[in-house]
């Protein structure tokens, strides 16, 4: 599963086209494909955001049931801030987990039920590194091609997905930040990767039935 069954170009190529289907294909985060219809409606930016825990953790309630992860801003500070800054800011409520592909992840934060795309921040710099892989339950940030392109989409791994793992500084090599995992809930993540998924326009994987994220929460 770990094998990517296109060249480094080609793989790319279908995912920013926003037409990637198979789990060989990394999350990308379709925002920035310019083919989805677009929410004018600019994201609330609370700078009051409250200090981050030592070990963070989140409740993800969900229409299928409630998840929780515990987040790492030792290995990935930038990364775990921007997250709670989207959470303070109840960027998530509403939005759907859009891309589900059993046995290899579920992918959300960036769209309404209706496959509206929201407006997001600036993106972030990638901090994947070799110590946080993409293993079975962790959390970790979509993106394009572009290494630093990552924004509000996230996905949670179903499986050890070790081809998404850092491993040089170039840009087939940089990886996938993981900046969490699941702590409880997981049988909710498996759940959700089982759903029936199909096509709704261009995009590929989409759930029948919406999965809504209704609220993502600071537990503490």
Not at 101 to 114: C, K, L, W
């Amino acid at each position: 599963m770990g094998k990517w069954i296109f060249s480094a170009i080609a793989s790319w190529a279908i995912l920013i086209a926003g037409c990637a289907s198979t789990k060989n294909i990394p999350p990308g985060s379709d925002s920035q494909t310019g083919s989805a219809e677009k929410n004018t409606a600019q994201p609330k930016k609370d700078d009051k955001m409250p200090e981050i825990p030592a070990v963070p953790v989140v409740t993800i309630e969900t229409s299928l049931g409630t998840i929780k992860a515990e987040l790492w801003p030792d290995k990935a500070p930038e990364t775990v801030k921007n997250f709670l800054q989207y959470v303070h800011d109840k960027f998530y409520d509403g939005l759907i987990f859009h891309r589900v592909i059993d046995t290899y992840m579920i992918q959300g934060g960036g769209f309404t039920p209706d496959m509206k795309e929201k407006e997001n921040h600036a993106p972030i710099r990638n901090e994947a590194s070799a110590e946080a892989g993409n293993a079975r339950g962790t959390l970790a940030m979509a993106r394009t091609s572009d290494i630093h392109s990552a924004t509000s989409q996230f996905f949670v791994n179903l499986l050890d997905n070790n081809f998404l793992n850092h491993r040089s500084k170039t840009p087939e090599g940089f990886g996938f930040c993981a900046f969490g995992k699941v702590i409880s809930g997981m049988d909710v993540v498996d759940a959700i990767g089982k759903v029936r998924t199909g096509n709704r326009g261009h995009f590929q994987d989409v759930p029948v039935d919406p999965v809504i994220i209704k609220s993502v929460r600071l537990a503490r």
